[in-house]
């Protein structure tokens, strides 16, 4: 990880079958147009901005109502370059399979470095920490894809070339659902979605619950637009260690239960609230470690 084989796949389907989930009806993503999923704000928020704690809706506020920019800080910067990187290095995976078709695992693994460096120049990296970090999953990922080429091309040569990408890649980054029928935007990506339903959100923060709402929020997006029950989802956690050269990942699968749904809606509602009153809802007594508004709210503290 934090790349899935298809073995990962497997393996992840049979733990969300040990974990029951009872799901009410009106709680469904299909069920957006009542009560309490229905939104009551005439307004569509950012799924990222459920993804911070703020008591007092704040957050809202000022970026829907007093238009105030976001200064992202560099614990956000680094956590979206790494997103960024994952999707960048699954769809060069992809168009190596597919463009290249190698005839093996370690074929595969030459034509992915030979690739690095020239995505590293791409992107302008000029932070050692950032190149050290892109390198270390991009190898990751070599790994994990070439080995999986193997185990494939073991089982049959003769595979049409969709079919085994699919199974080598068994993912699609930043997959875009339309929240609008919940009262969030129109274009938002889930970081990684295994076809049929699987939702897979990456993390370099600390759990925490907003979090979790945040992928409540992806799981109900995904139920109103096509009517497939998702009772679970996954947070991969990837924590970089001091000097960034190597990770470890942590796999956690998520109820989207009853009371995560709840706090997904009361979140939303509170938001969309504060976003469309001119009132200033003033600060919670502690703030998000992670807010965007840090420097707005508190000096930058
Ligand atoms: S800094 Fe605090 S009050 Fe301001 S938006 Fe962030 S969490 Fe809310």
């Known amino acids: 990880m934090p790349f899935y084989s298809y073995d990962d796949v497997l393996r992840v389907s049979k733990l969300i079958q040990e974990i029951p989930c009872e799901v009410s009806e009106e709680l469904r993503g299909w069920n957006w147009n009542t009560p309490p999923l229905l939104p009551v ?24 109502r ?16 790494i997103h960024r990187a994952i999707s960048l290095t699954t769809s060069t995976a992809k168009s190596i399979l597919y463009n290249s078709v190698p005839r093996s695992g370690a074929e595969f693994y030459e034509m992915m470095l030979a690739k690095m460096e020239n995505v590293a120049v791409v992107l302008d990296l000029n932070n050692d920490n950032y190149v050290k970090a ?34 080598v890649v068994p993912w699609i980054c930043e997959f875009p659902i339309d929240g609008r029928l919940l009262g969030l935007g129109r274009a938002v990506r889930i970081d990684a ?22 992928l409540a929020a992806y799981a109900l997006i995904f139920e109103s637009l096509y009517k497939i029950p998702v009772n ?26 009853d009371p995560l749904r709840l706090e997904f809606v009361e979140k939303r509602d509170l938001y969309a609230s504060k976003a469309t009153l001119d009132l200033d809802p003033g600060l919670p007594g502690t703030c998000d470690v992670y807010c965007p508004y840090l420097s707005v709210c508190r000096d930058g503290s």
């Open 193 to 214: 979605l295994v076809p049929p339903s699987l939702i897979i959100e990456f993390k370099t923060r600390k759990p925490n619950r907003s979090s979790e709402i945040a």
């Open 134 to 167: 892109f390198k270390a999953l991009w190898k990751r990922a070599a790994l994990t894809y070439s080995s999986s080429l193997d185990r494939l091309l073991e089982l049959s040569k003769y595979l049409s070339i969709d079919g085994l990408v699919s199974r």
């Open 41 to 64: 704000h005439n307004i569509q928020l950012n799924v990222s901005d459920l993804s911070f704690s703020c008591e007092t809706g704040r957050l809202a506020f000022l970026r829907y």
């Open 232 to 257: 679970h989802a996954v947070i991969i956690y990837v924590d970089f260690d001091f000097d960034v050269s190597s990770f470890k990942t942590y796999e956690r699968i998520v109820k989207i239960d």
């Open 66 to 81: 007093m238009g105030h920019r976001e200064q992202v800080n560099e614990k956000l910067n680094f956590g979206s370059f």
